[in-house]
């Protein structure tokens, strides 16, 4: 079955650590994107990619970096420069005008 | 800027009707409609393209007015497995450049 596969399903960073969020898609979608979620603010942008080795940053880029070097893959890198990075992480992955696909999420916690 | 929904929740017992709102403040070229349940992640309900006419499937459907920028997501016949959270999401750049500025949602709860 196509999807999208997030990983891992929760994370826990220390201060000051950078951490890596995996997204995989086997759904042969050209378009994949990075949305946080926080209690009662919606998804809000944080990068998204329509093409390999492309991408763009969205409403709250900063503190954050990704990388598209294959088609099914965009990781997120949340770095030390995030102050406030506890949130819920959503992948999603979309191919022209059709509803995106989203991924199961990773709950990052600072500790 | 993010598209407002209004209410920002909504109770009813099974059975009954909800409206749920989406306005932008940016000209309007598609909007989606997805539904969250809790700790899980949004599923796509609908999308409405600009010059398009409503759409929907089984009770639950949606109309997009381009002049007034706004879209309405309508559940008729409520039953429990609609609660959630509802979310729209508006594509204002209406080219290839192709992204969805989400609301903050709208939390729905449908009790027996």
């Known amino acids: 079955d196509g999807g999208i596969t997030q990983s891992p399903k929760y994370l826990f960073r220390k201060e000051g650590q950078n951490v890596t969020l995996s997204c995989e898609q086997n759904l042969n979608h050209d378009a994949m994107y990075w949305y946080r979620q926080d209690p009662g603010q919606g998804l809000r942008l944080i990068y998204y990619s329509q093409i390999v080795n492309d991408f763009q940053k969205g409403d709250i880029a900063e503190g954050y970096s990704v990388s598209r070097e294959k088609k099914e893959s965009f990781p997120l890198t949340v770095t030390s420069a995030q102050k406030n990075p506890t949130a819920f992480y959503l992948c999603?992955?979309?191919?022209?005008?059709?509803?995106?696909?989203f991924g199961s999420g990773t709950r990052l916690t600072v500790v | 800027q993010q598209p407002v929904q209004s209410p920002q929740a909504v109770i009813l017992r099974e059975g009954e009707d909800a409206v749920i709102n989406c306005s932008s403040s940016k000209a309007l070229y598609s909007v989606h409609w997805y539904r969250q349940k809790h700790g899980e992640a949004p599923v796509f309900l609908m999308i409405?393209?600009?010059?398009?006419e409503q759409k929907g499937h089984e009770k639950i459907s949606a109309s997009f007015n381009e002049k007034k920028q706004q879209s309405s997501l309508y559940l008729t016949a409520s039953q429990l497995s609609y609660s959630g959270t509802y979310f729209c999401g508006t594509d204002n750049s209406g080219g290839s450049n192709y992204k969805l500025t989400f609301g903050k949602g709208t939390l729905l709860t449908v009790n027996p």
């Open positions: 999603a992955s979309g191919q022209g005008l059709l509803g995106y696909t």
């Open positions: 409405l393209l600009k010059g398009g």
